[in-house]
């Protein structure tokens, strides 16, 4: 049994989008849709399929090429800056899978949504805690508090967000990476230690219900040990197991 909830939905499974979702591409919308469904490609989120009668005439252009995925066969297309993905059959027939950041910007209703879209199914809670955490690699202490925010988020192992007094930043060094969260917003800085590359990452500006992560910061639990009240946890394996291969979708990864 996992120590936390698992993803609700499997890949390749659907559900109706009951909100309006328009995209934007050079400052005009290229897609305006009340008919969108969620499909999972991706355990913890899912990605919006939108019918292609609900896309503006030219923003899809045909590149002659398919690409097979486990829920069907799609005709490549360009779009924006990136691709999109046409399907003529199965469970997303008629409808076009954008690449995120193929189009300038997304909304639900009038609220800009970044990075893919929020998970229906899913609750991303910040809560204090006073348990003694500790990260540690390479046997080095990387931090240590008892005043710690813990992020619960649907699917995804707890993170830890220490404030920024208690991490050894001497351990650490600085890295230019940057990714984003529907949830969370887009990070400030991102850290490395020697044996793993962006272990670490802060938020200066998170989104109002995560305010109580800002400027502190967070490791992957997955690559770096972490004892809770004396405590050894488990490294959890997860798709961001392995810092090489950390699922993105455009041009921003995702956490």
């Known amino acids: 049994m996992s120590a936390y909830p698992e993803p609700l939905v499997p890949p ?11 995209a934007m591409l050079d400052d005009r919308v290229v897609l305006d849709t009340t008919d969108a469904i969620y499909l999972w490609e991706f355990p913890p989120y899912p990605q919006y399929y939108v019918p292609v009668a609900d896309v503006a005439a030219g923003v899809l252009t045909d590149t002659g090429e398919t690409k097979e995925f486990t829920h069907g066969v799609a005709r ?45 199914y899913a609750r991303v809670d910040a809560v204090k805690s006073t348990r003694r955490i500790q990260v540690a690699a390479d046997d080095q202490v990387l931090a240590e508090s008892s005043a710690a925010v813990i992020v619960f988020e649907t699917g995804l192992p707890p993170r830890y967000y220490f ?53 502190h910061v967070a490791f992957f639990n997955e690559n770096v040990d972490i004892t809770i009240d004396g405590v050894p946890q488990d490294r959890p394996i997860t798709p961001f197991s392995n810092p090489a291969q950390r699922p993105t979708d455009g041009n921003v990864n995702t956490r």
Request: hydrophobic share 35%; proline share 11%.
């Open 163 to 215: 404030p920024r007094t208690a991490v050894n930043f001497e351990h650490l060094t600085p890295s230019d990476t940057v990714t984003a969260c529907p949830y969370k917003g887009r990070t400030s800085a991102y850290w490395s230690a020697p044996s793993v590359p962006d272990v670490a990452w802060s938020y200066d500006f998170p989104t109002a219900p995560l305010l109580p992560i800002a400027n």
């Open 12 to 22: 390749g499974g659907t559900a109706p989008v009951p909100r309006r979702i328009r």
């Open 76 to 120: 490549v297309h360009s779009a924006g800056s990136g691709r999109a993905w046409v399907y003529d059959d199965g469970v997303a027939k008629d409808r076009v899978r954008f690449q995120w950041d193929a189009l300038d910007s997304w909304f639900e209703e009038d609220e800009e949504v970044f990075v893919h879209p929020r998970n229906p």
